[in-house]
T-cell receptor, first 114, second 113 residues
Framework: EAGVAQSPRYKIIEKRQSVAFWCNPI?????LYWYQQILGQGPKLLIQ????????DSQLPKDRFSAERLKGVDSTLKIQPAKLEDSAVYLC????????????FGPGTRLTVT | DAKTTQPTSMDCAEGRAANLPCNHS???????VYWYRQIHSQGPQYIIH???NNETNEMASLIITEDRKSSTLILPHATLRDTAVYYC??????????????FGSGTRLLVRP
């Protein structure tokens, strides 16, 4: 079974530029999550989708971050404009259902903002 | 916010049992204890979870105290590949609106050869 795929794996941009990350969840998984992990900290949930609807985006900085999950499969997370403090690893995860006890994580995208 | 307290780091010898403690003194009666781990440069990986009873699977055992205020994750025969950050998470039941994973800083386990 293929795992959660993410691209790119690494990205370096200058502040005020924009960037987008892509995630392909495990086939058949209805729930998709985006997490931000700052160096030395645990992951923090940014947004959760159930199919193509948003379940929780309470921690998403909506003035600069946006996410979509068209057709309830792939998802993109965008930052525009980026700030230095956005430097982090962005992790995508999926689960079969919202109530599933196990989330499967992708390898993450490491973003460096200079 | 995270509701658990874990040691910042631990180490153990390869082949020996690794016992990782977690304090969750404010846990509610219907909240579960979850453990995930994160190997360097990878995403977190689910290990095990439990409510009241001790649990065991192919990866680890979870021992929860009778008052549920603390728990211990046991890796019975640690290998070098078990070197990782281990997260203990208290999680609401599935139908609760706050059912989400809230990660703390975890315990960095180093398995020595």
């Amino acid at each position: 079974e293929a795992g959660v795929a993410q691209s790119p794996r690494y990205k370096i941009i200058e502040k005020r530029q924009s960037v987008a990350f892509w995630c392909n969840p495990i086939s058949g998984h209805a729930t998709l999550y985006w997490y931000q992990q700052i160096l030395g900290q645990g992951p923090k949930l940014l947004i959760q989708f159930q199919n193509n609807g948003v379940v929780d985006d309470s921690q998403l900085p909506k003035d600069r971050f946006s996410a979509e999950r068209l057709k309830g499969v792939d998802s993109t997370l965008k930052i525009q404009p980026a700030k230095l403090e956005d430097s982090a690893v962005y992790l995508c995860a999926s689960s079969l259902l919202t109530a599933s006890y196990e989330q499967y994580f992708g390898p993450g995208t490491r973003l460096t903002v200079t | 916010d995270a509701k658990t307290t874990q040691p910042t780091s631990m180490d153990c010898a390869e082949g020996r049992a690794a016992n990782l403690p977690c304090n969750h003194s404010t846990i509610s009666g219907n909240e579960y204890v979850y453990w995930y781990r994160q190997i360097h440069s990878q995403g977190p990986q689910y290990i095990i979870h439990g409510l009241k009873n001790n649990e065991t699977n192919e990866m680890a055992s979870l021992i929860i105290t009778e008052d549920r205020k603390s728990s211990t994750l046991i890796l019975p025969h640690a290998t070098l590949r078990d070197t990782a950050v281990y997260y203990c998470i208290v999680r609401s039941p599935p139908m609760d609106s706050s059912y989400k994973l809230i990660f703390g800083s975890g315990t960095r386990l180093l398995v020595r050869p």
